[in-house]
């Protein structure tokens, strides 16, 4: 069966800190694709990143980076240097593959919240 | 083009009326997809479809009525309808082939039901 985790229900953090946003994930398959999304309050779904199983290297995008490792089956998230504007619910999400379509299986969320 | 746009934004029915959300996209993607997402919860998908036919139908209600008229659109037709139906209903698209490429989803049409 394949499984999300994000066991971060909520966090809370002050304008400029550097925040972490756990996934950990379970499958049987060897070849997997892994995605973040941003949820404002408007309800969007944003794509931010998607990653395949075979590709273990850190990603940065801006103050957004991601943390892939395959040995403890995670995919975390850091913002640097966080903005009232990264106020969202992060998604982790992972396919299930099959052909000519893909299922998205989601973690439950973590919302974050960025204070002045 | 790259995006998924649907239509309406917000829908108010009463649970004896019918009406249609609506989901169009022009990036070629040939998978389209409608997920359920209450309040404070992960989206679920309800129904796939590839190359316009039905792939999957997550044992959703039959008052919930898909249709995919050509490559490029995807609607979803309501009829009686329950409170509990009330949610947000996103409609995503991406390429058909294996890993998802292109996933993207449309804004949602926030849907009560009353």
């Known amino acids: 069966a394949q499984k999300v985790t994000q066991a971060q229900t909520e966090i809370s953090v002050v304008e400029k800190e550097d925040v972490t946003l756990d996934c950990v994930y379970e499958?049987?398959?060897?070849?997997?694709?892994l995605f973040w999304y941003k949820q404002p309050p408007s309800g969007e779904l944003v794509f931010l990143i998607r990653?395949?199983?075979?590709?273990?290297q850190n990603e940065i995008s801006g103050r957004y980076s991601w943390n892939f490792q395959k040995s403890t089956s995670s995919f975390n998230f850091t913002i640097t240097a966080s903005q009232v504007v990264d106020s969202a619910v992060y998604f982790c999400?992972?396919?299930?593959?099959?052909?000519?379509?893909?299922?998205?299986?989601f973690g439950a969320g973590t919302r974050l919240a960025v204070h002045p | 083009d790259t995006e998924v746009t649907q239509t309406p934004k917000h829908l108010v029915m009463g649970m004896t009326n019918k009406k249609s959300l609506k989901c169009e996209q022009h990036?070629?993607?040939?998978?389209m997809y409608w997920y359920k997402q209450k309040a404070k919860k992960p989206p679920e998908l309800m129904f796939v479809?590839?190359?316009?036919?039905?792939?999957i139908n997550e044992s959703v209600p039959s008052r919930f009525s898909p249709e995919c008229p050509n490559s490029s659109l995807l609607n979803l037709h309501l009829h009686a309808l329950q409170p509990e139906d009330s949610a947000l209903y996103l409609c995503?698209?991406?390429?058909?082939?294996?890993?998802?490429?292109?996933?993207?989803f449309g804004s949602g049409t926030r849907l009560t039901v009353v």
């Open positions: 995503a698209s991406s390429q058909a082939d294996s890993g998802g490429r292109g996933y993207t």
């Open positions: 499958t049987r398959d060897t070849t997997y694709y």
């Open positions: 999400a992972l396919t299930q593959l099959s052909g000519g379509y893909n299922k998205l299986i």
């Open positions: 990036m070629g993607h040939r998978a």
């Open positions: 990653r395949n199983s075979f590709d273990e």
């Open positions: 479809y590839s190359y316009e036919k039905l792939s």
